[in-house]
């Protein structure tokens, strides 16, 4: 069982920062591959970006190509999202997902385990 716990959310104007945590229980944390998804008020849950067990490959949605980075560090059991140059339209509820093994997916049906989202809102 692992459980993730996602912080860092919360009001910023366009074109600001954030950082997102996601903090994992469990002794097997680097044995999953890490997603970031989000879901926009009214919209379908989508994916956001995805790192490998091991950070050795990572991939992005194109609406956040360039903007966002997503990094691990499995001494402390935690992924992160920094999210640059943020626009109103990446206003959303965040949510990381764990799936277990080396092959990555950025299906939503794939994830082993969903923590329960962080809200970012971002102001024009």
């Known amino acids: 069982q692992v459980q993730l716990v996602e912080s860092g959310g919360g009001l910023v104007q366009a074109g600001g920062s954030l950082r997102l945590s996601c903090a994992a229980s469990?002794?097997?944390?680097?044995?999953?591959?890490m997603d970031w998804f989000r879901q926009a008020p009214g919209k379908e849950r989508e994916f956001v970006a995805i790192i490998s067990w091991n950070g050795g490959s990572i991939s992005y949605a194109d609406s956040v190509k360039g903007r966002f980075t997503i990094s691990r560090d499995n001494a402390k059991n935690t992924v992160y999202l920094q999210m640059n140059s943020l626009k109103p339209e990446d206003t959303a509820v965040y949510y990381c997902a764990a799936k277990w093994g080396v092959i990555t997916s950025t299906k939503e049906n794939d994830m082993d385990y969903w923590g329960k989202g962080t809200l970012v809102t971002v102001s024009s």
């Open positions: 469990g002794r097997t944390f680097s044995g999953y591959a």
